[in-house]
């Protein structure tokens, strides 16, 4: 029996140190209590000693293990606290969309409005760009009605005025002793002994203008003096013109046609272009009612208006160098004088 316990004692012992000990996947074997007293002290050592090292390894796996789950705890919370983040991210950049959706819509809605009041607003000005046009319109046809409503009445006024000489330079009370149709006869008398004879001429009216005398006025009024026929004023006129020096008692006076002030204002206009006119030797004369006339190459050309007058001397270059500047400036004039208005 005992010879049979040591024999197996001695296999077991083999089967313990077959396998060497500093390994990881080392079997600890089960022994019983019987057997642990039969060991060997060498035996018992190197079973204390494969124990102590599973024991540490098991330790050292233990730790490892712990180590390995408190980092996928740690993970875990940091993926959690992600998930939060990002959840709450989500939901922000959703509200934040939404916003951004609630405000796109309003921008569109006040887009729309506006649109909307832009289109009122243009048929608005449309209205009244047209009622300005009908005003600009209705203002040019008045202006043109009046215009030729003073057109018209200058017309009379000139026909009526016609057969009218006017005398300039008259001291005012002169009249006092003969009256203003004899000082008129004295007038042709000192000046026109010929016509003073002739009994044809006849004075229908005479009288000073304007009526009322301003005594602040430095000149005095002009002497009107109608005659019966537009003959004898153009005889009389004429003689004016050829002595030149006309007298009053010895002091000079002046003959003129009696015009409505539009005719006179159309007159004085032609004055600085037939003064040019009369330095260059072109006769200029202004015939009634207020018409230039002077002689161009060796024919006398007629105008009622400057236009004409323009476009007739943007034909002639001669012509153009002579009334360059006098034009230009009356161009000049006129536009300031629009501008005013």
Known sequence: MTNNKRKN??????????????????????????????????????????????????????KSLMDKIENLSRENEILRRNQNETKQLVQQETGIVTEVKNSIDQMKNTIESLTNRMGEAEERISDLEDREQERIQSDQRKDEEIRNLKHIVGNLQDTIKKPNIQVLGVPEGMEREKGLEGLFSEILAENFPGLEKDRDILVQEAHRTPNKHDQKRPSPRHVVIKLSTVKHKEKIL??????????LRGSPIRLTADFSSETLQARREWRDIAQVLRENNCQPRILYPAKLSFVNEGEIKTFHNKQKLKEFVATRPALQKMLKDVLHTETKKHGHQYERR
């Open 238 to 247: 004429k003689c004016a013109r050829e002595k030149r020096q006309i007298t």
């Open 9 to 62: 004692q001695g296999n077991k012992n083999k089967e313990v140190t077959m396998k060497p000990s500093n390994e990881k996947d080392t079997q600890i074997q089960d022994y019983e209590d019987d057997d642990i007293e039969e060991m060997q002290e060498a035996d018992l050592k190197k079973l204390i000693r494969t124990l102590r090292s599973s024991q540490k390894q098991i330790l050292e796996l233990q």
